[in-house]
């Protein structure tokens, strides 16, 4: 379960940019991930509202906001763009 990890780096991520910026409290933090990374949206969801809480006072309340970053994907050949989406409907 990579989602794990990739929860535990966001919380590392957000309370070095907390430091970095002398905050006591974070309201919100906002995760992009990009649609063809293979996150288990709702698993990534549950070990970050498990790991938040128990990391650091810092964190406690901090909103979650996940962002999808939309793929563009051009063919080689006619040089055509399309979306993800559009590509695996078909």
């Known amino acids: 379960m ?5 929860a535990e780096g966001v919380v590392v991520t957000a309370l ?3 430091e970095g ?5 974070i309201g919100k933090i ?3 991930i990009g649609e063809l990374q293979q996150i288990e949206r709702e698993l990534f969801e549950h070990a970050l509202k498990e790991v938040l809480p128990a990391t ?8 979650i906001e996940l ?4 793929s563009k994907l051009t063919c080689r050949v006619c ?3 399309f979306s993800f989406s ?3 409907s078909s």
């Open 2 to 6: 990579h989602e794990l990890a990739l």
């Open 16 to 18: 070095r940019a907390a």
């Open 21 to 25: 910026r002398g905050l006591t409290k």
């Open 30 to 32: 906002t995760v992009r």
């Open 56 to 63: 650091d006072e810092r964190l406690t309340g901090a909103e």
């Open 67 to 70: 962002q999808t970053e939309h």
């Open 79 to 81: 040089c055509r763009s």
């Open 86 to 88: 559009e590509a695996t």
